[in-house]
């Protein structure tokens, strides 16, 4: 007698019924009928293994949308700067390095519980206030995340130490930090390098952020204030003189005491002239789009 077995044959319209046949001819009505529920078992296994093997990767192509905010912030803060200058006799805004000076930004913020962690009076009266319009957001990296004692900040942007606007440049009369590079009053000045180059505002790490003047050692290796990385770690926003804004990401993985990347962000934690080096891209990067010889 011959071998005989029951099976059941999906996607046939004789799916639901138990049939009865030999051996061979299971085979063949098997493979003219459609899947077993095994083999689709199989199927669905490998997709869903190929699913999850996907999308890590499509998460990673995702932009932060925290950094894409930073990005449409500095863009608007770029064009209230471009309306002062117009203004303004083709001056730049008025640099802030201290409360002596006035400009930009008359509070200093901390750690701890400055006023001008959290009043808004500070930016309501200054003189980017009538172009901002009360948009404080522009200030501020929507990634800068870890609150002072007293609250979350207004700003995290500090303004190039290079560019001055209206004001006096600190240290006037020989003892002027970065001797021998150009300081810039007007966007006429800007002839190296050019308003394109030439960055104005971007996000200062609290590490040493307090006034609104982030200083650049464009002498020695180092970072007398330093720019942040908040965008995963790596990143950061740039208005420039001629009133565009982009991101850029630094790129140099440094070492525990060197390096844009690896510069504490952490509740506390401040310090001043962060470790570059001869090898630090990121370092000659913003010292090509901070000012130039003269």
Partial sequence: MNARRDLIVVGSSCASSLQTCDTAECNCALRNGGFTLIELLVMLALVGLWALMLVPGLARTQPD???VQCLSNKQQLAAACAMYTHDWSDYLVPNSPGSGFGGWCSGQENWGSSQANTIQDYYKTNCLG???VNQFKLYKCPCDTVPSDNGQRIRSISMNG???GAITPPGAGGDAYNRGWRTYKK????TAPSPAMAWIFADENMYSLNDGYLQMGLNTHDYPD???AYHGGVGNAFTFADGHAESHKWVWIGNAFAGLRNCPYAKGVTGTHWQ???QDT???WLRDRTSALQ
């Avoid at 966007?187 to 800007?190: A, E, F």
Wanted: no cysteine.
């Fill in 130 to 132: 009538p172009y901002v």
């Fill in 282 to 284: 990121d370092w000659y």
């Fill in 226 to 228: 330093v720019p942040a």
């Fill in 162 to 164: 290079m560019m001055l």
């Fill in 276 to 278: 570059s080096s001869g």
């Fill in 65 to 67: 949308v925290r950094a």
């Fill in 187 to 190: 966007v006429i000045d800007l």
